[in-house]
């Protein structure tokens, strides 16, 4: 059985730390939907005590962005589905693009306070959907069989910092809800988040500020992100295999020439690497329909 939404209501904080580390890059909206929400308050949630100790982070997260944007352009869908979008800007970004159809989505109190700073910053664009929807519920709360979405057109559904969060049981629920949605229009998904415990640990051993993150981030969700994670790659690979899917993955590191946040907060990319080489952009296909 499926836990209720507000079970998972406490991941949503984790969504202002993402805000906040977004808007020291050259990323569309980032500074402007930073801007908009209760800044100090999460620092002190989270225990920043100032912008270098969210180097590494901001490193990370303007890494997977490119590559989730390098990976769509690749699909070259018009339909786009963003899964536990939080204070993403990307839906502002595409749907100024006529022929793009693009959907958020959230869980309720996360959703209602995105929709608002989107009319704040660009109105309501005709092509920008929000739903609340919790991606890993049983039924499936996925937006199958849309009158926005075009039938005989495929889909291309992306999520950032999702999977993290969930246990192999959520996943398994996760992976089952995108299969049927891809079953129905055919296309791919998009994510960043098959991660390692290992990859997770060097975020953590980076220094004392990124253990007490880590730290906080348990403390305020309830979840690990290295419990939640994969022993190695062979073992993502096994799992999404006998989940009905095939994967391929580019690393983060192939961006790393594009981040704008070293030179903003200062640092040099030597210094993470090690980090992002571990991470990879997968795109995932159905092996069989």
Same mark, same amino acid.
């Given at each position: *059985?499926?836990?209720? %939404?507000?079970? !998972?209501?406490?991941?949503?904080?984790?969504?202002?730390l993402?805000?906040?580390?977004?808007?020291?890059?050259?990323?569309?909206?980032a500074?402007?939907?930073?801007?908009?929400?209760?800044?100090?308050?999460m620092?002190?949630?989270f %225990?920043?005590?100032?912008? +270098?100790?969210?180097?590494?982070?901001?490193?990370?997260?303007?890494?997977?962005?490119k &590559?989730v944007?390098w990976?769509?352009?690749?699909? +070259?869908?018009?339909q786009?589905?963003?899964?536990?979008? /939080?204070?993403l800007?990307?839906? $502002?970004?595409m749907?100024?693009?006529?022929? *793009? %159809?693009?959907v958020e989505s959230? @869980?309720?109190? *996360?959703?209602h306070?995105?929709?608002?700073?989107?009319?704040?910053?660009?109105? +309501?664009?005709s092509n920008?959907?929000?739903?609340?929807?919790?991606?890993?519920?049983?039924p499936?709360?996925?937006?199958? /069989?849309?009158?926005?979405f075009?039938?005989?057109?495929p889909?291309?559904?992306?999520?950032?910092g999702?999977?993290h969060y969930?246990?192999?049981?959520?996943?398994r629920?996760?992976? *089952?809800?995108i299969?049927? $949605? @891809?079953?129905?229009?055919?296309?791919?998904?998009i994510?960043?988040? !098959?991660?390692?415990?290992q990859?997770? @640990?060097?975020?953590?051993?980076?220094?004392? &500020?990124?253990?007490?993150?880590?730290?906080?981030?348990?403390?305020i969700?309830?979840? %690990?992100?290295?419990?939640n994670?994969?022993n190695d790659?062979d073992e993502?690979?096994?799992?999404?295999?006998?989940?009905g899917?095939?994967?391929e993955?580019?690393?983060?590191?192939?961006?790393?020439?594009?981040?704008?946040?070293?030179?903003?907060?200062?640092?040099?990319s030597?210094? !993470?690497?090690?980090v992002l +080489?571990?991470?990879?952009?997968?795109?995932?296909?159905?092996?069989?329909?």
């Amino acid at each position: *059985m499926t836990a209720p %939404s507000s079970y !998972f209501d406490t991941i949503s904080p984790t969504a202002l730390l993402v805000a906040y580390t977004r808007q020291f890059s050259d990323i569309p909206f980032a500074t402007e939907l930073a801007q908009l929400v209760n800044i100090p308050t999460m620092l002190e949630q989270f %225990s920043i005590d100032r912008p +270098e100790d969210i180097l590494l982070l901001a490193a990370l997260f303007e890494a997977r962005y490119k &590559a989730v944007d390098w990976a769509i352009a690749q699909s +070259e869908s018009k339909q786009i589905v963003e899964l536990a979008s /939080g204070l993403l800007p990307r839906g $502002m970004v595409m749907s100024q693009n006529p022929d *793009m %159809s693009f959907v958020e989505s959230d @869980l309720p109190s *996360m959703i209602h306070l995105k929709q608002l700073l989107v009319a704040q910053l660009i109105g +309501e664009p005709s092509n920008l959907y929000f739903h609340e929807i919790n991606a890993a519920s049983h039924p499936n709360q996925l937006p199958i /069989g849309t009158d926005y979405f075009r039938e005989t057109e495929p889909v291309t559904l992306v999520c950032e910092g999702l999977l993290h969060y969930l246990t192999m049981s959520e996943k398994r629920q996760l992976l *089952m809800n995108i299969r049927q $949605m @891809l079953q129905h229009y055919g296309g791919v998904w998009i994510t960043p988040d !098959f991660a390692t415990k290992q990859s997770q @640990l060097l975020i953590e051993e980076h220094n004392a &500020a990124s253990q007490r993150l880590h730290q906080s981030i348990i403390n305020i969700t309830g979840r %690990s992100l290295v419990d939640n994670s994969f022993n190695d790659r062979d073992e993502i690979k096994q799992f999404v295999s006998s989940q009905g899917f095939h994967i391929e993955e580019c690393p983060l590191l192939n961006v790393v020439d594009r981040l704008t946040c070293l030179e903003i907060l200062g640092g040099d990319s030597e210094n !993470f690497d090690s980090v992002l +080489e571990t991470r990879y952009i997968s795109t995932l296909t159905l092996t069989s329909t």
